[in-house]
């Protein structure tokens, strides 16, 4: 019986640190995107995933649309927004 009574608290043990190594964080960075993303506005200086710095010229519900420094437009997933570029950054 003190078998299975380690056994099980083994596995709680583990499920517990998966928790809170794997889960967690994963929620977090969906929850930080999330409000990211919902925040964006035409103007905003952005970098996505892919590396492309630009400003936002204008959005819908699902795509943006930016304007990088040579002029071109480019229309992309709103969800490939990495982040804002500091104010202070060029």
Request: charged share 20%; proline share 3%; net charge positive.
């Amino acid at each position: 019986m003190s078998n299975n009574l380690i056994t099980f608290g083994f596995l709680g043990l583990m499920f517990v640190a998966f928790y809170f190594l794997l889960i967690r964080p994963q929620r977090k960075r969906q929850q930080q995107q999330a409000e990211l993303t919902s925040s964006l506005k035409p103007g905003d200086r952005v970098i996505t995933y892919s590396g492309i710095y630009g400003t936002i010229e204008s959005m819908d519900e699902d795509t943006i649309v930016i304007k990088v420094e040579s002029g071109t437009t480019i229309r992309m997933a709103r969800a490939a927004v990495a982040q804002k570029q500091p104010e202070s950054s060029k």
